[in-house]
C-alpha cells in the first residue's frame, strides 16, 4: 500500500480530486496541517463528489508527528527541485509520496535535508513553472501502482 502525503495543501479542489484519485486506487491520504481551507469547506467537498466515504483520511499537526505516528518505511517528496526522474525511479509497496503546498512547494529545509530521494517530474520549465498538484500526484501514484501491477486494487477493477 502506498500513501499519499500532501504538506500544508491550500486550495480545495485539489485536495478534493486528490481524495478521489485516492478512494479510487485505495490509497490513504495524509494532510499535514495547517491546511489553506476548512474540511467542510464547499469546493473541497464538491471536488471529491460523493467518494469521500471511501477515503481513508488522516490529519497531522506537523511532518514530524506524521512521521511518529506512521513511522514510514520511506517517504519520497516530489518537487520541481527534484534530481531524479519519478519514471526512473523504482517505487516500493509502503511507500510515502509526499507533496508540497500549491504556491511554496516543500519546505527548503526538508530538501536540503538529504533524509529523502527528491523526485520530479519532467516537464518544460521554459513554458509552465509547475504542474496542477492534482496532476502531479495522479501521475506519481499511478506510477507507482504501475510498477507493482496494480496489486493493491481488488481483483476485476483492470
Not at 507533496?99 to 517530474?121: C, D, K, Q, V
Request: hydrophobic share 40%.
Amino acid at each position: 500500500m502506498y500513501r499519499v502525503v500532501l504538506f500544508q495543501p491550500e486550495i480545495p479542489q485539489n485536495t478534493g480530486n486528490i481524495a478521489r484519485t485516492c478512494a479510487a486506487t485505495r490509497t490513504p491520504l495524509h494532510l499535514i496541517e495547517p491546511l489553506g481551507f476548512q474540511l467542510t469547506d464547499k469546493y473541497l467537498k464538491r471536488a471529491g463528489l460523493d467518494y469521500w466515504p471511501y477515503v481513508e483520511l488522516h490529519m497531522h499537526k506537523s511532518f514530524s508527528h506524521f512521521l511518529e505516528m506512521v513511522k514510514p518505511k520511506r517517504c519520497l517528496l516530489f518537487s520541481t527541485r527534484g534530481s531524479i526522474d519519478y519514471c526512473r525511479f523504482s517505487f516500493e509497496p509502503g511507500d510515502c509520496l509526499v507533496f508540497g503546498s500549491e504556491t511554496r512547494g516543500l519546505p527548503p529545509a526538508l530538501l536540503e535535508s538529504n533524509l529523502y530521494p527528491t523526485l520530479r517530474i519532467p516537464i518544460d520549465r521554459e513554458r509552465v513553472r509547475s504542474l496542477n498538484l492534482s496532476t502531479a500526484v495522479g501521475i506519481a501514484l499511478f506510477e507507482a501502482l504501475r510498477q507493482e501491477g496494480f496489486e493493491s486494487l481488488p481483483a476485476g477493477s483492470l
